[in-house]
């Protein structure tokens, strides 16, 4: 267990739909980053939370918004869902600030999203 | 803002032989450097990293070079195993205050050990 928690696990829907994906990020990561993750695709970067706060913004479609709660855990919302948006949609977390020393990323278990 | 190239995409080796994976960046005040293992379907799991102020960093069969100067860092598995077979990514960053630290990811290189 990684320390990133993110459900569902697994997500069938039909297209024109709206799903939400969540991340609880490690305790004490302060920032929360979505990325997306098509068959034999790299990672693409959607988007990044810090402590609330919208800080980096990638090639996430006007379809897609997220959000940072105050407790810290995210939500990626996907709307009028269209059958290439299935794909492998990751959360990672990060440790930044406060002295601590800076690591990688470490990345939840993912949300399988298939549009059909 | 921060260009990762890597090479190669795919990459084939014998069980036992070497694998070298290689990636440049683009800003020179990247400082550290981070190496993720992905098996499919899997989560992309870290699996070494450098930082600015050392030039190799070695963890049993893995280890990563950094040449600053030339801006590029390689990974090296030595004694590959069919366990090896998977996605690797290579990553850049640069720290420069609270809510800044993003890693610029490679395109990913699909090693695979043949038996």
């Known amino acids: 267990d990684s320390g990133v928690t993110q459900t569902p696990k697994h997500l069938i829907t039909a297209t024109g739909q709206r799903v939400t994906l969540r991340c609880s990020p490690r305790s004490g990561d302060l920032s929360v980053y979505w990325y997306q993750q098509s068959l034999d695709q790299g990672l693409q970067f959607l988007i990044q939370?810090?402590?609330?706060?919208?800080?980096a913004k990638g090639n996430i479609l006007e379809r897609f918004s997220a959000q940072q709660f105050p407790d810290l855990h995210s939500e990626l919302n996907l709307s009028s869902l269209e059958l290439g948006d299935s794909a492998l949609y990751f959360c990672?977390?990060?440790?930044?600030?406060?002295?601590?020393?800076?690591?990688?990323?470490?990345f939840g278990s993912g949300t399988r999203l298939t549009v059909v | 803002g921060e260009n990762v190239e890597q090479h190669p995409s795919t990459l084939s080796v014998q069980e036992g032989d070497s694998a070298v994976i290689k990636c440049t960046y683009s800003?020179?005040?990247?400082?550290?450097f981070p190496w993720y293992k992905q098996e499919l379907g899997k989560r992309p799991q870290l699996i070494i990293d450098?930082?600015?102020?050392?030039g190799e960093k070695k963890d049993q069969r893995i280890a990563v070079t950094l040449n600053k100067t030339a801006k590029h860092f390689s990974l090296h598995i030595t004694e590959t195993q069919p366990e090896d077979s998977a996605v690797y990514f290579c990553?850049?960053?640069?720290?420069?205050?609270?809510?800044?630290?993003?890693?610029?990811f490679g395109k990913g290189t699909k090693l695979s050990v043949i038996p």
């Open positions: 990672a977390s990060s440790v930044e600030g406060g002295g601590r020393r800076l690591d990688g990323y470490t």
């Open positions: 939370y810090y402590n609330g706060e919208e800080r």
């Open positions: 450098i930082r600015s102020n050392v």
């Open positions: 990553a850049a960053s640069r720290y420069s205050g609270a809510g800044s630290y993003q890693l610029t």
């Open positions: 800003d020179s005040a990247s400082n550290y």
